[in-house]
């Protein structure tokens, strides 16, 4: 369990020294050739080493613990911090080099120096990138328990922090493989256009991202259901003799590793005086069928009623 909570974190941590490498080079490249594409790929660097920081604040965070005022603990600070992430990510990395690539564009005296020096800092930041691109996908690899397929895994996954380095590090690489093919075509044609295009293209690509993971981290913070395999292991808990009905279920994930379960059960008349029973070994089952979450469960007995509705109050008698 201590090991999944952890999930994502190395991926943050990696992802960080990657980009402070990256970053240092880049800006060096910037400063000896003047490049659109460099400038852009810098700020991104720059960027997602603020974002890492972030991640690892709201992790700190997030492990606090309960308190008097926040008595299910502070998990969605993630999701919090995630959001300016995406935030900082959309205007820091991506609105700030569109505005920076487009001045170059239409600036007829834009030039690249020192194209060489570009190419080797750019593919050096491939490798870099690379790597905690890697170490993403075995993180993954490791919360994917599922095995769902991995567009499918980012977009059900209630870990923010992996994510968020995913996409950097997926839109890193994308956005080096860009700069790169922009100074190989401004070496190649001898006009900086091309140079301007693709810190065009890098700050456009971040903008979309930014705007991916704001989607999906609103619906977090909002507060998302338990995914349809962990539900379906819920569920099973309930399917005994002693229960008539699962009248009502509802779920909610409080972080990625933390769960409220409230559910309401017809129990069959014969064992309603072992209700107490009855309800404690649902619950064990639940955390049996989830270790690897902590799941705050709550199981009222009640009697159906047809005319029963998903609000937890029967409909009124017209």
């Given at each position: 369990m201590e090991e999944k909570k952890n999930g994502g974190m190395m991926a943050v941590i990696a992802a960080l020294i990657a980009n402070i490498l990256v970053a240092i080079s880049k800006f060096i490249g910037y400063l000896l050739s003047g490049s659109a594409a460099m400038l852009n790929e810098s700020i991104h660097s720059v960027v997602d080493c603020s974002n890492q920081a972030l991640l690892i604040v709201g992790d700190r965070r997030a492990s606090v613990g309960q308190s008097e005022l926040h008595q299910f603990g502070e998990g969605r600070a993630k999701y919090f911090f995630s959001t300016i992430v995406a935030t900082m990510l959309f205007f820091g990395g991506g609105a700030l080099g569109v505005m920076e690539a487009t001045e170059k564009l239409f600036h007829p005296a834009h030039e690249v120096g020192n194209q060489w020096l570009v190419i080797g800092i750019l593919i050096f930041g491939m490798v870099v990138e690379g790597s905690s691109l890697r170490i993403a996908f075995k993180e993954i690899a490791e919360l994917n328990t599922e095995k769902l397929p991995l567009f499918k895994?980012?977009?059900?996954?209630?870990?923010?922090e992996i994510l968020i380095i995913f996409t950097e590090d997926f839109c890193a690489v994308i956005g080096l493989l860009l700069a790169l093919a922009g100074t190989i075509l401004t070496m190649i044609t001898g006009n900086a256009v091309f140079d301007a295009l693709s810190g065009l293209l890098i700050g456009l690509l971040l903008m979309f991202a930014a705007i991916f993971l704001a989607?999906?981290?609103?619906?977090?913070?909002?507060?998302?259901?338990?995914?349809?395999?962990?539900?379906?292991?819920?569920?099973?808990?309930?399917?005994?003799?002693?229960?008539?009905?699962?009248?009502d279920i509802k779920t909610l994930h409080m972080s990625a590793d933390e769960i409220m379960?409230?559910?309401?059960?017809?129990i069959v008349a014969p064992k309603e005086g072992a209700a107490y029973s009855i309800i404690n070994e649902i619950e064990a089952n639940i955390r049996g069928g989830l270790p690897d979450k902590k799941a705050y469960i709550y199981i009222e007995v009640d009697e159906f009623q047809e005319n029963y509705h998903d609000h937890g109050q029967p409909q009124k008698e017209e």
């Open positions: 895994f980012l977009r059900v996954s209630r870990h923010s989607k999906e981290f609103y619906s977090l913070i909002i507060g998302e259901s338990v995914t349809a395999g962990d539900l379906a292991k819920i569920k099973s808990a309930f399917a005994r003799p002693d229960i008539e009905r699962l009248i379960i409230a559910a309401k059960v017809d």
